[in-house]
Every structure is written in C-alpha cells, then in structure tokens.
C-alpha cells in the first residue's frame, strides 16, 4: 500500500494536546467510539483507514479483526503516543484534507474528528479519493446541537469580560444530517445510515472536568486574553453552566453525535 509520506504542517491548536493528559482525562472519547466499530464491521484482509486516530486505541481494535489498518493524526504528539502504545500498528502525522490516497483502501473510518474541519467539502473530497470503488466512509462526530450549552455559557462569559469578538473563533463544524448528508450524495456517496442523537458525557475529575475540557478543547475562544482573565471567564462559565450540567460532583458535557455510513458506488 501506498503511505503518506508528505510531511504536513499540524494545527497548532491540536498539536499542542498532551497525548497523556487526553488519554488520562478525555479516554472517554475512545471508549464510546467502541460501538462505532461494530458499524465499521473490519473484516480479515480489508485495507482501513482510520481519519484522526489521536492515541490510537480504537485504531487498534481495528486491526484485532484481521484488516490492515493506517491511522493518521494531524498531532504530532498523538502519533507518537500510538506508536509508543501499538508500536505494531502503522501509525502516520497526515491531515484530513491532504490525503493522498487514490482508491486504496474498502474503508475510511473516523471518530470524533470531523467536527475540527471546516469547510468539510475537502475532507468528503479526499474521503472519496481514497476509497476504492465500493468502499464505505463510516464517521462519527459532533453534530448540530453539539455542546449548545457550553457555547452558550462560554460566549455570554466572553461577552461579560468584553471580549465579544473572540465568539468568531469557534473553531467546530457541527452539522445536521440533512446538510452533511447532502454534501456527502453531492460527492457521489451513497447514504445508508445517518443518525443524530443525544449523548450527554460524563467528564473525568470532578468539580474540574468542565474547566479541563475547556483547556484542552476551547483554546481558540481564549486567543490573546491574559491567562487571569481567562481564569475568570471559566469560573464564570462554570458558575452559569453548574445548575444544568453539573450532578453529583461529574460535569455532563451535552455533547450531541452525527454518525453516517455512505458507500461510493462500484461505478458512477
Ligand atoms: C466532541 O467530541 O463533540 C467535541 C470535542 C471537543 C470539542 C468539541 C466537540
């Protein structure tokens, strides 16, 4: 099979993540990626490619059943993490929208990934290049609705402390099942399953998981705002959001999925 050799530039927001703080605090987005697998249904043989694998644990379980599988990860940090933990598994630094696989493998699968693309057509784009004729593209991501309370709590916060401007940072795509489902029967693809449901998240730490997750995940809504009032503007958010989210000392992230199976036809 061909690899991606190229070398590509990260994010410099996810290439910052500490593959060990994620996998200590966020391991959740992995585990509940475990019922995505049996969607993707790997068989012996079969050429995968799984789009954004971060450390790699899901990978992996893909390759128990048999198939030959690639994981790409734009972060730098992740990807040695995986091959640190899988050194067995092939592991690459490569970017969503810089495949440059051409018709190579029966599956491209990814987990909680595609929510960091905008525009989305490019990432479809080179999905479907990579795919051989036949192939399914399996994903699952943040989809409308995704997190609605914590944006909310987080622009009021940033409204509050006078940084208004810094709401058109959000760095996430989350889109409703008609709209990606239509860019996907635009490219081509053959939809067969697209779901949008509920998935509120349990968040690891405690009183501290909300605060946790906005280190690691919203750091682009804080661009140059000095570290205390940054510290101030989470306190707030975790004031407003407590009454709804916070229970029983967990934080519950009102995360919110789209997952789709589409299929490139074996012609036209
Ligand atoms: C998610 O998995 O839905 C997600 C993770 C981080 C930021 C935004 C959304």
């Not at 012996?44 to 790409?72: F, K, P």
């Not at 709209?179 to 949008?196: D, I, K, P």
Request: glycine share 8%.
């Amino acid at each position: 099979m061909k690899t991606n050799t190229k070398d590509y530039l990260p994010s410099p927001s996810r290439d910052r993540w500490d593959a060990m703080f994620y996998d200590r605090h966020h391991g959740y987005v992995s585990n509940l990626g475990k019922d995505l697998l049996e969607l993707l249904d790997p068989k012996t043989g079969e050429h995968i490619l799984d789009l954004g694998c971060g450390t790699g644990h899901l990978t992996y379980r893909i390759t128990e059943s048999g198939a030959q599988v690639v994981g790409i990860d734009r972060a730098t940090t992740m990807i040695e993490a995986a091959s640190r933990t899988y050194p067995q598994v092939n592991f690459e630094v490569g970017n969503a929208e810089n495949l440059e696989w051409i018709e190579q493998f029966e599956a491209v699968f990814s987990n909680a990934v595609l929510h960091w693309v905008k525009p989305p057509e490019p990432v479809i784009e080179k999905v479907w290049s990579a795919l051989k004729p036949g192939g399914r593209f399996v994903a699952e991501f943040g989809g409308r609705g995704n997190v609605r309370a914590i944006v909310a709590g987080l622009c009021e916060a940033l409204d509050e402390a006078g940084y208004p401007e810094n709401k058109t940072l959000n760095p996430w795509y989350f889109p409703g099942i008609v709209e990606y489902g239509t860019l996907l029967e635009n490219r081509g693809f053959q939809l067969r399953m697209a779901q949008l449901f509920d998935r509120p998240t349990p968040l690891d730490d405690g009183r501290n998981g909300l605060r946790n997750w906005l280190e690691m995940f919203a750091g682009q809504f804080f661009q140059s705002i000095p570290a205390a009032e940054k510290r101030a503007i989470i306190n707030r958010v975790e004031t407003q959001l407590s009454p709804q989210l916070y229970r029983h000392g967990t934080w519950m992230a009102d995360y919110r999925r789209i997952r789709i199976v589409a299929v490139k036809p074996e012609c036209g």
